[in-house]
């Protein structure tokens, strides 16, 4: 997706108002997916990059630890299986994103985190984003070895107070729970031709630099 493919190389932010209002420019919006296991840096990046590219940030782990923290019955019923590793029913997270959409009607561009995480929920969010006459440009995917993984998340737990950090059988469950059945949703997005994997492993801003290439590459393209 080109920012500037109708627009003649204004910058960005002079046209961010017509994106934002007009339904025909819709299309113009840039919508990313930060895609990886857990502890692969997803939540960290997601936050540097809204920070440069104004997307906004749409995290289904955050969403539902907001509902846990509010005690609302989405949140009672979401923890059960969040706790023990396992997905939220697909009908749960697909709700709760569609509303998100919908109240963030003049974003010029959402950035995914944890989302989607089956083929069904991207399946979703695909006809989600039709409905706004947009479409997920580009999929980022965080490689990271298992153990780096298992290391950063019982080290994250010693001070989180997430209780899926602290137990390493709960970990490495998140881990089989994300081979399974999150794993597919790489090949739903390579054969849509929109997949590209980064190295998650070095600093944070290395990492960074790696990603914000390959949305610099996509946007000019
Ligand atoms: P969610 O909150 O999405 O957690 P996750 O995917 O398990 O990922 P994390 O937040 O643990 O890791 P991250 O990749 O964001 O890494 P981070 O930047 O934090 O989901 C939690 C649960 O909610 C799921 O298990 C599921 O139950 C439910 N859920 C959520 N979405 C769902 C969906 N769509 N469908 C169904 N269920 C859903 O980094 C991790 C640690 O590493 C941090 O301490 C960080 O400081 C450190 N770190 C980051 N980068 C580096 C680096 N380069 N070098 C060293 N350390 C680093």
Redesign the pocket.
Known sequence: MNYFKYIGGWPFYKIEYYICHSPRLAALMFNLILF???????????EKLVDKYGMVHL????L??EEIANKTPLGLE?KK??DH??????E??IGMIDSSIEHHKEAAGFLF??????VA?AQALDKLLSFKGSEIDLVLA?EVSEE?LVH??L??GKT?G?P??TNESVIRK?LT??SNETSPVADYYKKAHKFKAVA?????A??FAALRQAVDMEMAS
């Open positions: 990886g296991p857990p502890g692969s840096g997803k939540g960290t990046q997601s995290s289904t782990g955050n539902l630890r979401a299986f969040m590793g396992q997905l939220v029913p697909d749960v997270v985190d944890g989302f989607p995480r089956t929920q965080l780096e950063r998340l080290n994250r989180s997430r899926d950090d998140r729970v994300y998650g492993e070095g600093s944070v290395e990492i």
